[in-house]
């Protein structure tokens, strides 16, 4: 079966740590791996995406890491602020069916 | 502005009265696709489509239907909603469906069923 798994489910930490927050899948068949934001109430913004080929992306402070064999990525948030709190999300698309599964999502929290 | 629009945002009704959320894309995606999110479930998918004509179930279909009549269109359908249709639904469209095509995303459609 397809699973996507986020641990930690919560995070806090003080303003201007380095942080990693984590996702791993089942089955390495995969076309890509998309991180998202999610505001409380809000839609999903989209933060980074890494096809299948790909190792990393960066985008300003994230950057966002790929490794099929583990079935693992991390999002990794420098310097991080408190307009950073939220929920992340990973989401994969699977190459079979095009079904796209997401991760539960971290829900974090930047303390000033 | 490229956007994925969804009406309405907010929807209280009753059980088995028909009704439909509407979502449109201005970006000539080919991709859409219907999400709904419940606490401690997270995102899951209701149904996809990877281009005009052609729909496919998601993990959780039962109750719903849609269709792809234009590119621009995938309405969602609740023949006769229930209560545990009660749920924060999201539309969601890609150019191509493939590696290379993030995702965006509605603002989502809040529905109750009493």
């Known amino acids: 079966k397809q699973e996507v798994t986020q641990i930690p489910a919560a995070l806090s930490v003080p303003e201007g740590e380095n942080l990693v927050l984590n996702c791993s899948f089942t089955d390495s068949a995969i076309y890509n791996l998309q991180w998202f934001r999610q505001d409380p109430g809000k839609g999903l913004t989209s933060l980074l995406l890494?096809?299948?080929?790909?190792r990393e992306q960066t985008s300003g402070r994230l950057n966002a890491s790929l490794d099929k064999s583990s079935g693992r990525s991390t999002l990794y948030i420098a310097a991080s602020q408190p307009g950073d709190s939220a929920t992340y999300l990973c989401?994969?698309?699977?190459?079979?069916?095009?079904?796209?599964?997401f991760g539960s999502g971290t829900r974090l929290s930047i303390r000033p | 502005e490229a956007q994925v629009t969804q009406n309405p945002r907010y929807l209280i009704t009753v059980t088995g009265k028909k009704l439909t959320v509407t979502c449109s894309q201005n970006m000539n995606h080919e991709y859409m696709s219907w999400y709904r999110q419940d606490p401690g479930l997270g995102l899951r998918q209701i149904y996809y489509?990877?281009?005009?004509?052609?729909?496919d179930k998601g993990d959780v279909p039962e109750g719903y239907k849609v269709s792809r009549k234009e590119k621009r269109n995938f309405p969602l359908i609740l023949e006769s909603p229930s209560p545990n249709q009660t749920s924060l639904y999201f539309c969601?469209?890609?150019?191509?469906?493939?590696?290379?095509?993030?995702?965006?995303f509605g603002n989502g459609t809040r529905l109750t069923v009493t």
């Open positions: 969601a469209s890609s150019l191509t469906g493939q590696q290379d095509s993030p995702l965006h």
């Open positions: 890494i096809q299948s080929s790909q």
């Open positions: 489509s990877m281009n005009v004509e052609v729909t």
């Open positions: 989401a994969v698309l699977y190459s079979s069916a095009s079904k796209i599964i």
